[in-house]
């Protein structure tokens, strides 16, 4: 009988490169919020994936990038904390976009992390072509000589089945790597994210949404209350969108607070299965002025 596998990995690369979308089909559901803005993701979110050979803990981090502000530095911080704690490290570089200086400085760099396996993953190969793909992988296995694996596939949802054969074959491959051991979460946990983090993320994306390229750093997201209902069939949720600047509290509320309600129906959709209830979402917008350069602001915001 083959042993039980439990361990940790990670995905690393530049800013919106897939990340937080691999880690969410891998787990089969989504634990990790997504935007085409860089810098979503802002915590070390855990998904669990279990298998017939074990359990799989996915840590989602931020986007290893120069920082400008304090929360930056701290993103980057949380970044190195993690890889020196995981089993498997996995670098990703899209199919449709060379190895350009970014991709080659983050490579090296997992030099410092002497106990992680390194496996290279080049993803979004449902939008390139076949040239294109043969030529990234050629590009990112010359990039180190310990690639435990190096894989190409797509992780967006398609009915091709190689791809979702691929997403199979990746899973294998890191939980082969990872140390022999009992799983660390029960069967049927997906995150160990509490609710009033989930909840606060998916406000977040749902804010995210349209908004100017300036805008998506100075988004953060608190949760005031939530209550259900005596009767069962409804959740109350207070919820404040925090920016840094009166001219972008205009912008996420709009003409009339038309932009608001629509960051508020999006959220509710995704919310309320997640509560398992109809939800009455109150969203109200405030500034905290710089917050992401102020260490006691970033305190109180949970950074």
């Known amino acids: 009988m083959t042993e039980s596998r439990s361990g940790f990995v990670t995905f690393v690369g530049r800013p919106n490169v897939g990340k937080s979308t691999l880690t969410n089909a891998l787990v089969g559901e989504k634990v990790a919020i997504t935007s085409d803005k860089p810098q979503t993701t802002r915590r070390a979110i855990r998904g669990i994936l279990n298998r017939p050979a074990g359990q799989l803990i996915i840590v989602d981090t ?31 570089v899209p199919a449709t976009e060379k190895v350009g200086p970014g991709d080659r400085r983050i490579a090296a760099s997992l030099d410092g992390y002497g106990r992680a396996k390194k496996v290279a993953i080049v993803t979004k190969t449902d939008i390139a072509g076949r040239d294109q793909i043969t030529e990234r992988l050629l590009e990112v ?77 100075s988004i953060a997201v608190t949760i005031e209350d939530i209550a259900e209902r005596d009767t069962g069939s409804m959740t109350d949720i207070h919820a404040n969108l925090v920016v840094e600047r009166d001219s972008q509290k205009a912008i996420i509320i709009g003409h009339k607070g038309s932009r ?38 970033l305190g109180r915001l949970g950074f």
């Open 141 to 217: 296995d010359s990039l180190r000589e310990d690639w435990a694996a190096v894989i190409p596939l797509s992780a967006l949802a398609s009915d091709d089945a190689d791809e979702h054969r691929q997403l199979d074959v990746l899973a294998d491959e890191l939980l082969a790597l990872m140390p022999v051991g009992p799983p660390l979460y029960e069967e049927g946990v997906v995150t160990d994210e509490s609710l009033e983090d989930r909840i606060a993320e998916i406000i977040r994306e749902a804010a995210l949404e349209g908004v100017r390229d300036e805008l998506p750093h």
């Open 260 to 297: 608001l309600r629509d960051v508020g129906a999006r959220a509710r959709a995704q919310i309320e299965p997640l509560v398992g209830t109809n939800v009455f979402l109150k969203l109200h917008v405030r500034v905290a002025k710089e917050w992401q350069r102020d260490p006691k602001q």
């Open 62 to 92: 931020p986007g290893i990038h120069k920082p400008r502000t304090l929360l930056g530095q701290r993103l980057n911080d949380l970044v190195e904390q993690v890889l020196g704690d995981v089993d498997a490290i996995c670098f990703l």
